[in-house]
């Protein structure tokens, strides 16, 4: 290879390499999402409600390109399950008629680093959830329900496109994973299962920069 192809391909190379976002000023960004959550405890909610699976709508603020890519991220999210009270016994469900209503409130705090290629701009996080937890029903006799907030891990990875200036959509997938709710007592107890979270996929529009 003479010296000029050399040089040309290593100017291609740059050219096409990612760019950090750190590599603009520091951003705000508004967003909003909509999506499904496949709950963790599925046999759970399979038993309760008929399905795990739930429309999961919220909203946050993201803080882009605050160093070298890196991000900052709160939302708060909102999920509904309507069902009935069960009893089960050796794995047999009993339906016992009585309305139930489930709700969850996932609050994320999360960093992570995203990059740039052109309009596009994949990122992956971590952080916290608080996770509030309703449990309820009209029959319910004084210490019946469930009111509950614990603290878990949040992984989350997505990708924004640029529409315009300021207009961002794109996708995200948020896994969460929260003990200390469920697996205590009831149906998820029978079934073994502690986890109270799950993994969201979700399409997402965010304005600002």
């Known amino acids: ?48 409600a008929g399905t795990s699976q739930r429309p999961i709508f919220g909203g946050g603020v993201q803080v882009t390109n605050i160093w070298k890519g890196i991000f900052a991220d709160v939302g ?19 339906r016992l008629g ?3 209503e489930v709700q969850m409130r996932p609050l994320d705090v999360a960093g992570g680093w995203r990059l740039e290629y052109g309009r ?11 996770f509030s937890y309703e449990e309820s029903s009209d029959d319910d006799l004084p210490g019946e329900g469930v009111s509950e907030r614990k603290a878990g891990a949040l992984v989350l990875v997505g990708v924004d496109v640029r529409l315009f200036s300021f207009v ?7 896994y969460r994973r929260v003990t200390g709710i469920l697996g205590e007592a009831g149906a998820s107890a029978e079934f073994n299962e502690a986890n109270a979270g799950g993994l969201s996929i979700a399409a997402r529009v965010s304005i600002g920069r």
Not at 76 to 94: I, K, L, P
Not at 168 to 174: P, Q
């Open 120 to 130: 596009l701009s994949p990122y992956v996080g971590a952080g916290v959830t608080y």
């Open 1 to 48: 290879m003479t010296a000029r192809g050399a040089v040309l391909v290593f100017a291609a190379a740059v050219a096409l390499a990612p760019t950090p976002a750190g590599a603009q000023s520091i951003g705000v960004r508004g967003y909003v999402s909509f999506g499904i959550t496949q709950l963790a405890a599925n046999e759970t909610f399979e038993a309760v």
């Open 168 to 174: 961002h959509a794109g996708g995200e997938l948020r």
């Open 76 to 94: 708060a999210f909102a999920m509904n399950v309507d069902g009935e009270r069960v009893f089960v016994d050796n794995g047999e469900v009993f």
């Open 98 to 100: 009585i309305p139930l």
